[in-house]
């Protein structure tokens, strides 16, 4: 009889905090529908909702935010008989290996992370960016801001959700590579500590090009949540297409050739993600002889992430009232994921040499 060769776990999640925007659509989940159709792969797909809780907790949003973003994954394509989905919460076996592994973690790595370093100067509202950090936070905390020692064992708890899993694969944006250095660190150095091979290390996955990186409509490097520059996936017709239309631009190219500037280049980079090849090639000639009009490849982006989101749309108009379907989705979800996650759970702790007596 052949022998089955075993499927690569493939695993990501997205932070419950507000709807998805078309940056996280490029970076993360059109990734995660297309690790469906090959069947190499084993998908966990989830939402993280405790990393949500290390910035700003509110009760009322988070629930709302969770059952928003089960409802993107699906509107999205990603396939409940294909993939595993499930909330970070329902899976009780990572809080405990959280606690587990963060004995393996030392609080100098985390502070020098560079998310760990932007949202601590949010959270007590220092503008300065020097390396400094633990003194800032010793010096600026106060009984109204503090830096939450959860923010601090973000990356632990990320580590924890792949690792759990055993899962080599983790399709996430660029802006992600460093927290997955960290678990491939963090995995290393547990196996090496207790002489065993429990973690494997995990690798960034793009089917062979490179992370991408979805610019901000104001001109900015990053699309982003926090950043107020984003395209939703809820946004309407009318809505996407006033947000391209406002996009940042400049005066226009003067000599022929010439380098895009900045939000022009942004655009250019959107296009590329959203527009045909020839749409491309037709806007970048247009560019470089100097014939370009701003206004004509923005209505034609706008076009062009009408048709990509409308379908999307619809889809979340038809799946958000489902309460019993996405309740479905994710009770099983979550049997299939602490599933895997008790098998490895009870391996950390036998290593570790925490034994019954009963
Ligand atoms: P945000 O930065 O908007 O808060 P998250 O940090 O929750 O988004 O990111 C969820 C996923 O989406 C991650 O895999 C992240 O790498 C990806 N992502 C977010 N913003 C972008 C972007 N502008 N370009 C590419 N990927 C992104
Ligand atoms: N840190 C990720 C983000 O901000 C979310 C996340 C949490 C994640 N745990 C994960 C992504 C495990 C991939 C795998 O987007």
Known sequence: MEEKKEKEIVLSGIRATGNLHIGNYFGAL??????????????????????????????????????????????????????????????PEVSELYLLLNMHVGIG?????????????????????????????????????????????????????????????VPVGKDQEQHLELTRRFARRFNNFYGVELFPEPYNFDFGGKPVKVPGL???????????????????????????????????????????????????????????PDTVEHFRKAYADCSIRYGDLKKQLAEDLVALTAPIRERIQAISGDDAYIGRVLREGAEKARERAARTLSEAREVMGIRKFY
């Open 218 to 276: 104001d001109g900015s490097g990053k699309m982003g949540k926090s950043e107020g520059n984003c395209i939703y996936l809820i946004d309407d017709e009318k809505t996407l297409r006033k947000k391209v239309m406002r996009a940042v631009t400049d005066q226009g190219p003067t000599e022929p050739n010439s380098e895009p500037t900045q939000p022009i280049a942004n655009l250019f980079s959107l296009m590329e993600l959203a527009s045909t």
């Open 30 to 91: 059109s990734k995660f529908v297309r690790m469906q159709q090959d069947d190499k792969y084993e998908n966990l797909f989830f939402v993280a909702d405790l990393h949500a809780l290390t910035t700003a907790p509110d009760p009322a949003a988070l629930h709302a935010n969770v059952r928003s973003i089960v409802t993107e994954y699906l509107a999205a394509g990603i396939d409940p008989e294909k993939s595993t989905i499930f909330v970070q919460s329902d899976v």
């Open 109 to 169: 790595e985390l502070m020098r992370t560079a998310s760990f370093k932007d949202k601590a100067r949010k959270a007590l509202g220092i503008h300065s960016d020097s390396d400094n950090i633990e003194s800032e936070i010793i010096g600026n905390e106060s009984t109204s801001k503090r830096v939450n020692a959860g923010l601090l064992t973000y990356p632990t708890l990320m580590a924890v959700d792949i690792l759990i899993q055993k899962a080599q694969k």
